[in-house]
Nanobody
Framework: QVQLVESGGGLVQPGGSLGLSCAAS????????MGWYRQPPEKQRELVAS???????YYADSVKGRFTISRDNAKNTVYLQMNSLKPEDTAVYYC???????????????WGKGTLVTVSS
């Protein structure tokens, strides 16, 4: 089993910055893609950014140029640096990972429990 734990959420003013991190733990053999999703109030969950084990990245158009995703493979941790935050960035942010444990040859998809980011003055 793999656990993902996010940290770093909170309240920030418009135009401000916030960094999120998500650490994966458990009997991890390897992790392929890791990413960040968000779910604004009363809306569906959407992909924000993702990163492969090789470092290739994807960003939603709404965050390009403002958010940066990175990862530390040695620490099984993914980060999301958010700059120039807007009120519409307010959401619960979830990290996800496609990971394989030592007990299985299959990659499974895992979710964290989420961390709330509120952008408000």
């Amino acid at each position: 089993q793999v656990q993902l734990v996010e940290s770093g959420g909170g309240l920030v003013q418009p135009g401000g910055s916030l960094g999120l991190s998500c650490a994966a733990s458990g009997s991890i053999f390897s992790i392929n893609a890791m990413g960040w999703y968000r779910q604004p109030p009363e809306k569906q969950r959407e992909l924000v950014a993702s990163i492969t084990s090789g470092g290739s990245t994807y960003y939603a158009d709404s965050v390009k140029g403002r958010f940066t995703i990175s990862r530390d493979n040695a620490k099984n941790t993914v980060y999301l640096q958010m700059n120039s935050l807007k009120p519409e960035d307010t959401a619960v942010y979830y990290c996800d990972a496609d990971a394989r444990t030592y007990r299985s040859s299959t990659y499974y998809h895992y979710w964290g429990k989420g961390t709330l980011v509120t952008v408000s003055s």
